[in-house]
C-alpha cells in the first residue's frame, strides 16, 4: 500500500479560481493540472503525483478508484482512433482496399494508442471530473491537509 503522505507541503495561499471547463480541458490536453494549468503533475508518464505541486489539487480526489474514469477514457480515445483511421482508409482506397495491411495497421494502432492515450485520458478524466463536481474552497483546503482518503465525506458519496 501506498504511503498517503505528502512529499512536500503545499502553498494555501495561492487564490481560489475556478476555471471555465473549456479553460480545464486545453489544460488537460496539455497534460497540466486543469484546476491551475500548473506543470509537473506526473511522476512517470503513466503515473500522476498525489497532488499538484503548484495548487494542491489531489489528483485522485479522495477516491481509491478514480481512474476507473480515466480507463473508460483511454479505450474511447483509442476506438476513436481506430474508427477514424480504418474508415479513412476504407473510404480513401475502395474499392481496393488492402484488407490485411489494413487489419494489421490498426491492430498496432490499438496497442500504441493505448499507451499514447493513457496520459491525455487521466488528465482529461480529471477535468471533466472538476466539470461535474467542481473544486470547492474546502475541498482544496483539505488536498493540501496530510488526511486520510477515509477521513472525509465527499459531498457527491
Ligand atoms: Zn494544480
Not at 51 to 59: D, E, M, V, Y
Not at 71 to 91: D, H, P, Q, R, T
Not at 146 to 152: L, V, W
Amino acid at each position: 500500500m501506498q504511503s498517503l503522505a505528502l512529499p512536500v507541503p503545499i502553498p494555501t495561499t495561492l487564490p481560489f479560481n475556478l476555471p471555465s471547463r473549456k479553460r480545464m480541458l486545453l489544460r488537460a490536453l496539455l497534460l497540466r493540472c486543469p484546476h491551475c494549468g500548473g506543470k509537473g503533475i506526473f511522476e512517470t508518464v503513466f503515473t500522476l503525483k498525489k497532488q499538484c505541486p503548484t495548487c494542491g489539487l489531489r489528483t485522485q480526489r479522495g477516491e481509491d478508484d478514480y481512474f476507473v474514469g480515466a480507463y473508460l477514457f483511454n479505450l474511447c480515445m483509442v476506438e476513436a482512433i481506430l474508427w477514424v483511421g480504418a474508415f479513412s482508409c476504407i473510404a480513401l482506397t475502395y474499392p481496393d482496399t488492402p484488407w490485411t495491411l489494413l487489419t494489421w495497421v490498426t491492430g498496432i494502432l490499438m496497442i500504441v494508442g493505448c499507451f499514447a492515450c493513457y496520459p491525455f485520458a487521466k488528465t482529461t478524466w480529471l477535468a471533466v471530473d472538476l466539470s461535474i463536481r467542481p473544486l470547492t474552497k474546502e475541498e482544496l483546503e483539505w488536498h493540501s491537509e496530510d488526511g486520510a482518503f477515509g477521513d472525509r465525506v465527499l459531498s457527491h458519496i
